[in-house]
């Protein structure tokens, strides 16, 4: 608080351009920041949406292939040629099989649309003969294709389709120059189920992903990634797709756009093929993305720069114009607000009446502001007794009703004499707190309390609850606030041993500097949240202290609860006032270690 008013300006000049800079130039930035931050976030979701529509198209067109390949090889299987072929090459010499297969690979070229993509077909049967639709780049080894191309359980008739997302292309290079092709191998069967063969179909992808990516150089890149996060083709060789990026790729999760920072400073979206386990991914550079705004935030706090300068220039001239007049008031009545109240009067003057007249009225004013003052202190201090008054009678019902409900549970229980014991305890905590005349008690006697209420609560308990004293014996006639320790006991009972009703609590006091420390340890449940006694009225002790404490010594003491490893703590602060036997002699540090069980 002292650091704020010594932030505060005191001239009227610089308060009115801290004022223009609080209450205007700082929110209007800090709006207009937000606002172009908005703009951005609005102008990123829309191109993420159009970004991850577009990729959407990209992977349809790619499973449209797929699709297509699917068909092609449901199609030659259920051609009764090949299937004959394939099933008894033996009826048929090899050139008539070739001019067959190669007819049938011909006619289905020409029967599918796939979008200008080569689709390579490879088939083999199990007699040791191979047919393709292309020229090979190395000659085709029969054994190693068979033991390659099979599809997992196709020997005993379990059909599978199986997926080879990069396949190094086998084609020659004078057809394709493509380093990887998509290739699908499933196996053939007869109208008996019984396999004939093999097919393998591979899509040349990279013509695919040249025409879906192929547009003007505006610097974005698409990539081809792996789960691995390991790039399988990009439309820009010279482009590189972070880790970072590659780290936050999610097949699980609802596609959204990665914005990554540092030197990459793009925007990522990115879709996936559950098929292939790809992902494609579209990057955007963000100076690409907010150019544009950018520049126009440029402009507008250069206009903003400016208009605030003028509005400066023009705020300066017209203060000096106001307060240049109020120094020189100022200066004037510099003997006056430096005096003291009582004693600030004008002398009567002898003279004009209207001077005299002034003086004697402001001398009036001055009397009836000291009698209101000293009035009001009055009243102040009448009603900060009352307040603490009523404060310290509200503990007076708050333990009462427990006690007695107490009592009444004991009498309807069973006829023991231990009622009898609790009447007593009940009446030293009844005698002190009805006795509104002593704010203040002795350590003493505010422990007899304490231990009044605990022999009340472990009657009530089956004595589950032990207790222990700290304190030098120099602190015995130590004054403190009445009902201070005890309400923080029964805090501990019904708030840190709530869910076990047993424990042991810990009372202190010793001397730190200047000041009393009063402790009140448990080992309960501490402040976590956690099960609570139930009660019917609203709890009141903690801030009935503290309120009691501020009205009794203002700032000089505190109140803190502090979390323990095992249980809670509540540390009071207060100055030290010893009584007389204390303050002439006495073995004022002598420890004396008293220690009993509630």
């Not at 159009?50 to 699917?70: C, H, K, W, Y």
């Not at 060789?237 to 990665?258: H, K, M, N």
Request: aromatic share 10%; hydrophobic share 40%.
């Amino acid at each position: 608080m002292h650091l704020l008013r010594k932030l505060v300006p005191r001239q009227l000049k610089t308060r009115l351009f801290a004022a223009f800079g609080v209450m205007f130039l700082l929110p209007y930035t800090i709006m207009t920041v937000y606002n172009f931050q908005e703009i951005e976030k609005l102008m990123r979701d829309r191109i993420s949406e159009q970004d991850r529509e577009s990729l959407a198209t990209m992977l349809q067109s790619l499973e449209s292939m797929m699709g297509i390949a699917v068909k092609t090889a449901t199609l030659l299987e259920q051609d009764p040629v090949v299937s004959g072929i394939l099933a008894s090459p033996g009826q048929y010499d090899a050139l008539e099989r070739k001019r067959l297969i190669e007819s049938k690979f011909q006619s289905i070229s020409n029967s599918f649309f796939l979008s200008g993509t080569q689709v390579y077909y490879t088939l083999i049967d199990f007699e040791g003969h191979v047919y393709t639709s292309f020229l090979p780049e190395d000659q085709l080894d029969y054994g190693r294709l068979l033991e390659t191309l099979a599809p997992r359980g196709s020997a005993a008739g379990d059909r599978k389709y199986t997926w080879k997302s990069s396949d190094s292309n086998y084609v020659s290079r004078d057809i394709s120059r493509s380093p990887y092709v998509i290739t699908l191998n499933t196996a053939f069967q007869d109208e008996d189920l019984k396999p004939v063969g093999i097919a393998r179909i591979s899509i040349d992808y990279m013509q695919w992903f040249r025409a879906e990516t192929a547009g003007p150089d505006d610097g974005q890149n698409y990539f081809i990634v792996d789960r691995a996060g390991q790039v399988i083709q990009q439309s820009n060789p010279g482009a590189s797709f972070p880790a970072e990026a590659a780290a936050l790729l999610d097949d699980t999760a609802e596609p959204g756009p990665l914005l990554i920072r540092g030197r990459s400073e793009s925007m990522y979206n990115y879709g996936y093929l559950s098929e292939l386990q790809w992902y494609v991914v579209k990057e955007v550079p963000l100076d690409r993305l907010y150019g544009e705004v950018d520049r126009q935030r440029g402009k507008y706090f250069m206009t903003l720069l400016l208009l605030s300068a003028a509005f400066m220039g023009m705020t300066y001239w017209i203060t000096t114009a106001i307060t240049s007049p109020l120094k020189k008031l100022q200066k004037k009545m510099e003997n006056i607000s430096d005096a003291d109240l009582g004693r600030t009067v004008l002398p009567d003057r002898r003279g004009a009446e209207e001077i005299a007249a002034l003086s004697r009225s402001f001398n009036r004013m001055m009397a009836d502001m000291n009698k209101l003052i000293g009035r009001l202190r009055l009243e102040e201090r009448q009603r900060q007794a009352v307040r603490f008054q009523v404060l310290l009678s509200q503990m007076d019902p708050h333990f009462l009703l427990n006690t007695l409900n107490t009592i009444k549970c004991i009498a309807l229980s069973k006829d023991d004499e231990e009622t009898h014991d609790i009447c007593v305890s009940l009446g030293k905590l009844l005698e002190v707190s009805l006795d509104l005349e002593v704010d203040m008690i002795f350590l003493k006697d505010e422990i007899e309390l304490v231990q009044a209420y605990i022999f009340i609560q472990n009657i009530r308990y089956g004595h589950k609850f032990a207790i222990e004293y700290e304190f030098e014996d120099a602190f015995r006639y130590a004054l403190v606030p009445k009902a201070t320790l005890q309400p923080l006991v029964e805090n501990a009972i019904y708030h840190g041993f709530a869910a076990r009703r047993e424990g042991l609590i810990k009372v202190r006091a010793y001397r730190r500097s200047e000041c009393l420390m009063l402790e009140v340890e448990d080992n309960g449940s501490g402040l976590a949240p956690g099960p609570k006694a139930y009660r019917k009225r609203k709890g009141i002790g903690i801030q009935n202290i503290r309120e009691r404490l501020e009205l009794l010594f203002g700032r000089q003491a505190s109140l803190e609860l502090l979390g323990m490893e095992q249980g809670a703590m509540a540390r009071i602060t207060i100055p030290l006032l010893l009584s007389t036997p204390y303050a002439e002699g006495g073995n004022e540090h002598g420890m004396v270690g008293d220690r009993r069980g509630g």
